[in-house]
């Protein structure tokens, strides 16, 4: 279970430009062999941004108001992860999960909003460290980037993480 | 499968910690707009081929209708509060002023009639031109070249300016060339309403094609 930082990129620093400090995730590794872990990879990262009083002219129309995003990111992703060294205590890791990300994207002008969601596809790479504190339990910290393909309504949303969390082994 | 080190101790700490992590994401809500001025929107539209670099004269009525569904569009007309409704019209004198717009009385034949409008709960943008017909002649309503949208709100207040050009008059129906929605939530002291009414048309006046 971790904690974990979004910094937007891409075409997500078009609708947030300041890091997201809400993130949880609870993976799960199935060791099929010493070094080498399939499992499954779930989260929620959210994303705001107060963008002030803005005003869009499209067309004849004009809209002008408070603008506030948000988006609320749910990765549901299949994990294969590689330990480079599992008999000390540093365990680095690389990780790449597969999957769908439920993304919700909520524009708000004054007292309308435009909302946005759909399933993207999302691939995402993972370098990571886990450091064991006692027994069974270690701490675990990584560097992920999510690539979330457009669909639907919505257009591609991006974004780094750092997580820091724990993590248990029987 | 994994080797871990056998340690001790610090075991109970770490079975809280999910608890901990739980609660922490619980206290980071994100932010939301603060005062009731972040949930004002000002919208307009307009006819793209009518020409607002003319000078035109117009006319207003003397009071700002309200607009009610409960009442027939034959009833009676009613207005809001003159406290309101007269902030409403001299604010669109000025900026029409500024513009080098005259006013003149609607029996006088003016370029432009002005239908200023205001809603007290659902916003109904396409309400009926009937209520109109104690002022001019009992006309529908077309917007050339542009659709102005529909928007539903609650508890909120609106106030719709409807530039209408009787020139333009075909089959009974009148072009609205410049449409103006202002709304916002009905709260605040009366002082703060008048302020909000007051900065969001003159925010109407400088959007598209007044700026």
């Known amino acids: 279970m971790t904690y974990s930082i979004g910094f937007p990129t891409g075409e997500t620093s078009d609708y947030f430009s300041s890091t997201s400090w809400r993130g949880v995730n609870i993976d799960y590794h199935y060791m099929l062999e010493d070094n080498f872990a399939i499992g499954f990879s779930a989260g929620w990262q959210v994303y705001s941004e107060n963008r002030g009083l803005v005003t869009e002219t499209s067309g004849t129309e004009t809209v002008s108001g408070y603008r506030y995003n948000y988006l609320n990111s749910t990765p549901l992703l299949a994990t294969g992860s590689y330990f480079f060294d599992t008999s000390g205590d540093l365990s680095p890791f690389a990780s790449l999960g597969i999957g769908l990300t439920y993304n919700e994207l909520q524009e708000d002008i004054g007292l309308f909003r435009a909302t946005s969601t759909g399933w993207p596809f999302t691939v995402r790479p993972e370098i990571g460290l886990d450091y064991e504190i006692n027994y069974n339990v270690g701490i675990r910290t990584s560097f992920r980037y999510n690539y979330i393909a457009s669909g639907s309504d919505l257009p591609s949303l991006p974004n780094f993480a750092i997580t820091v969390g724990l993590v248990w082994s029987r | 499968m994994r080797q871990w080190k056998s340690l001790k101790s610090r075991k109970g700490l770490l079975k809280a910690a999910p608890a901990a992590l739980f609660f922490l994401l619980l206290g980071c ?183």
């Open chain 2, 29 to 211: 809500y994100p932010e939301q707009p603060q005062y009731v001025e972040e949930y004002d929107t000002v919208y307009t539209n307009y006819a793209p081929d009518f020409n607002f670099e003319n000078t035109y004269t117009y006319s207003l009525p003397d009071s700002v209708l309200l607009v009610d569904d409960k009442r027939a569009p034959d009833d009676p007309p009613e207005f809001i509060d003159a406290k309101f409704g007269d902030v409403i019209l001299e604010n669109i004198r000025q900026n029409l002023g500024a513009n080098g717009w005259t006013e003149i009385d609607e029996a006088a034949g003016p370029d432009i009639v002005i239908l200023p409008s205001a809603f007290d709960t659902d916003f109904l943008y396409f309400y009926n031109p009937g209520y109109w017909c104690w002022y001019y002649p009992c006309w529908g309503w077309w917007y050339p070249g542009y659709s102005p949208g529909y928007v539903t709100g609650y508890s909120t207040g609106t106030v719709l300016v409807q530039m209408t050009d009787p020139n333009g008059v075909q089959n009974e129906e009148v072009p609205v060339v410049w449409t103006a929605a202002i709304n916002g939530l009905l709260q605040g002291s009366d002082a703060n309403i008048i302020r909000r009414i007051d900065r969001n048309l003159d925010q109407a006046f400088t959007q598209p094609p007044f700026n």
